[in-house]
């Protein structure tokens, strides 16, 4: 169980692909059930996020890109963030300490980004599970740090 030196409880929440996925996860990571919310993913990222499609976070048309030129023999250079009306969307009403995610794998790279920048907007720690060798072609997506 989480350890709390504080007289506030912590706020968990766990997620997965599937309900059963971030109950099971819950229970094997022991936390305190009356303050722990239980998603599965698209209820994670409407929830917290306020989107009313996961499917239009995947859009490009969700996202601003900034391409930086270079000279042969570098690549150029590609940056992308979320348009402010989709931050502006974000929950932040009463938001958890601790966010685990299990099965990350099965999150797209556009989805972890957007809960990177709810957990850094809402000083968050965001914590994955999941074996990231499980597929042939996986990729890690580096989310921005919270803190």
């Known amino acids: 169980m989480l350890k709390n030196n504080s007289t506030t409880p912590i706020k968990t929440i766990t997620a997965g692909p599937l309900k059963n996925q971030a109950e099971k996860l819950a229970t094997d990571i022991n936390v305190d059930i009356s303050n722990n919310t239980v998603y599965d993913k698209e209820e994670l990222l409407k929830n917290l996020l306020g989107i009313s499609s996961v499917e239009d976070l995947n859009k490009t048309d969700s996202w ?51 809960l990177g920048e709810y957990c850094k907007r809402n000083n968050i720690l965001l914590i994955n599970t999941g074996d990231l060798k499980q597929g042939k072609t996986n990729k890690t997506w580096n989310i921005p740090n919270p803190i």
């Open 64 to 114: 601003d890109f900034t391409i930086t030129p270079r000279t042969a023999p570098e690549r150029d250079k590609i940056e992308r963030k979320l348009k402010q009306s989709i931050i502006d969307g974000f929950n932040n009403q009463n938001p958890p300490n601790y966010i685990f995610i299990d099965e990350v794998t099965f999150f797209t790279a556009s989805e972890l980004y957007a």
